[in-house]
């Protein structure tokens, strides 16, 4: 079992930036593929950005745009979305998730674990 926190999530201004954390706990989770999903109200969840155990990512286009970044420091079993030029539309609860497999997933049921979520409020 993984059990993932996140944390980092908040109000910030448009044009603003914010580092969202997700601490992994239970297991050592460098083997797997991990994520990020966002759902703001009244929508379905979102792919976000997704990283593969060697490194290797994929995000979404259309609501990325180049703006956000992923890493992660297996060493404190820790993975980071890096959010920058926000804007409102950006608004929705952020989701790290995990999966057993090493590859990149763009698909939610592709993964095993998640986190409970941390609210990002971009205001305009």
């Known amino acids: 079992q993984v059990q993932l926190v996140e944390s980092g999530g908040g109000l910030v201004q448009a044009g603003g930036s914010l580092k969202l954390s997700c601490a992994a706990s239970g297991r050592t989770f460098s083997g797997y593929g991990v994520g990020w999903f966002r759902q703001a109200p009244g929508q379905e969840r979102e792919f976000v950005v997704s990283m593969s155990a060697s490194g290797a990512t994929t995000s979404n286009p259309d609501s990325v745009k180049g703006r956000f970044t992923i890493s992660r420091d297996n060493a404190k079993n820790t993975v980071y979305l890096q959010m920058s030029s926000l804007t409102p539309a950006d608004t929705a609860v952020y989701y790290c998730?995990?999966?057993?497999?090493?590859?990149?997933?763009?698909?939610?049921?592709?993964?095993?674990?998640w986190g409970q979520g941390t609210q990002v409020t971009v205001s305009s």
């Open positions: 998730a995990a999966r057993s497999a090493a590859s990149v997933s763009r698909v939610s049921g592709n993964y095993d674990y």
